[in-house]
């Protein structure tokens, strides 16, 4: 009980801050800024430039979080088998986990669609205008979405990492174990 977990809990909450600030920043400022771009030709590129060099900070926040949670869940395999309440939230955030690297991913495979379109007419970098070539307004029109559910995503899973902050609290711990044992007990 008075293990300390240090390192794979800075890399799985770091990772998480960075992943989830990161995506919002670029929601809100990166694509919200390339409106202001003057020129309607760099709206789309300017955007995906400034995607580019976040992708690498983005990929090592998920993969530090990634390895971070791993760790921990090895690190607490026994509360998560055996406390009430620990194993939905692991499995929730799991899933959760693996859904945001799916749209992140997926982020940056149109993202990247529209950086090889190379110069376009668009409104921003995620929403076309009436000379955007069709295949670019759909991945822009797909992002456009897909930029709000990441941040999303790893809101809900640093929710959920809070709480599990919070199921490892002694009291929680007691209550946790003796609720498995009871139900364990009644089949």
């Keep these: 009980m008075n293990e ?9 909450d770091m ?3 960075i992943w989830l600030g990161g995506s919002l920043m ?28 976040w992708a690498p900070v983005s990929a090592a926040a998920v993969g530090a979080h990634v390895v971070g949670g791993l760790g921990l ?6 509360r998560v088998r ?14 959760l986990t693996v859904v945001a690297i799916g749209t992140t991913v997926y982020s940056g495979v149109l993202g990247a669609k529209v950086a090889k379109a190379g110069r376009v007419n668009a409104e921003s970098g995620t929403v076309a205008s009436p000379e955007t070539p069709d295949d670019v307004a759909t991945a822009q029109q797909q992002l456009r979405g897909l930029q709000w559910a990441t941040p ?11 709480q599990q902050g919070e ?12 609720t498995k044992v009871a139900r364990l007990a009644g089949r």
């Design 152 to 162: 999303v995503l790893t809101a809900a899973i640093v929710a959920l990492g809070s």
């Design 26 to 53: 670029g929601a809100v400022g990166l694509n919200g800024a390339s409106r202001d771009v003057r020129d309607s030709g760099d709206r789309a590129r300017v955007a995906s430039a400034g995607w580019a060099r």
């Design 167 to 178: 199921q490892q609290r002694p009291g929680q711990m007691f209550d946790g174990f003796t």
């Design 4 to 12: 300390r977990h240090t390192v794979v809990r800075t890399l799985h």
């Design 82 to 95: 055996g406390q009430s309440g620990v194993t939905a939230n692991t499995a929730i955030k799991t899933v």
């Design 73 to 78: 869940l090895l690190a607490n395999r026994g």
């Design 15 to 17: 990772g998480a801050a």
